[in-house]
């Protein structure tokens, strides 16, 4: 099939001129609809006619009839003006979408942020979060693309030059154990009644502390911590914990949920704050773009709800 060549493919103009005309089989009443003047109707008309070699109208006394190129061809762009006017107008209600990819780690996306992440969805529609779990290093002068980290939520001491780094938390680290653990072997009272309990133990724990800093700080030192299972991510050794196989050394933050709802007990209250902190981590030059500024508010808001309830159940050794 011959494809019309690209002077044959009229104007949107000229087929609002002849849909209207072809409705009312009037150019006067067709142009007053469209508030331009009849011989721009008849023009228009007449340019299509001279282009398709078509006569599209026809005089019947003093009005108009299509003839029968004219009702196919004015039925074909009533319906294009009504699918363009459809489209447009959902197109322009609908908010401009937003992606913004985030990069964690994965006990911190587990336990703490995924689990709140519907109500920043709630508060801003137009922006879909993609998180990545990892404890590795980010580019975050990536250009955009498929692989590019926007912002990240990382444990550091200290800052570093050209990133906006926001505090979101403080932790503080402690034992933990189900209900279900504590039935089979009892409720230690003592540090020292961990000496003879299984412990489940971290590997490459990156700064973060482990049980022979936690048994240094409460003054043991004899520990022996050369036995037990081991799991890479802090969120594993917590989902241990909860299915009752042993003590965990957790941190505040991944437990606020599990600890209100007594999933799990905290053994002792000896306060020992990490030396570790969360951060929002982002590019300076990209710290007021809308959708990095509105996560940003947004984390800090639930990590100050969260820095409170910590706070609040810091206190002496029970």
Known sequence: ????????????????????????LSFTA?????????SAISHQI??????????????????????????????????????????????????LRQSLRISTVQSFATKWL????????????????????????VDLGRPAGPNRVDAAIRLSQRRFPGLAMTPLLTEQVFPVCSPAFIARWGKPRRPEDLRDLPLLLRNQDRGVPTW???????????????????FLESSLAI???????????????????????????????IPFVSPLKYFFVCRQDRAREPAIAAFRDWIVGQAQQTQEEIDRDTGPQE
């Open 1 to 24: 099939m011959d494809r019309l060549k690209p002077q044959h493919l009229p104007p949107t103009s000229a087929l609002r001129a002849l849909e209207a005309a072809a409705r009312h």
């Open 30 to 38: 067709a142009a007053q609809e469209l508030n331009v003047t009849q």
């Open 46 to 95: 007449k340019a299509l006619e001279q282009a398709w070699g078509l006569p599209l109208f026809e005089r019947v006394g003093r009005g108009l009839r299509l003839t029968p190129a004219g009702k196919d061809f004015a039925q074909i762009a009533a319906r294009f003006i009504e699918d363009l006017t459809t489209t447009l107008q959902r197109h322009q209600n609908t908010p």
């Open 114 to 137: 995924v689990p709140r992440l519907h109500d920043f969805q709630v508060q801003h529609p137009g922006v879909d979060v993609w998180i990545s779990a990892s404890e590795d290093l």
């Open 212 to 230: 022979a800093d936690w048994f240094e700080h409460v003054g043991l030192r004899d520990i022996h911590l050369d036995h037990g299972i081991r």
């Open 239 to 269: 989902q241990a914990a909860l299915d009752g196989h042993g003590i965990a050394l957790a941190r505040s933050a991944h437990l606020s949920d599990e600890l209100s709802r007594g999933n799990l007990v905290r053994l002792f209250r």
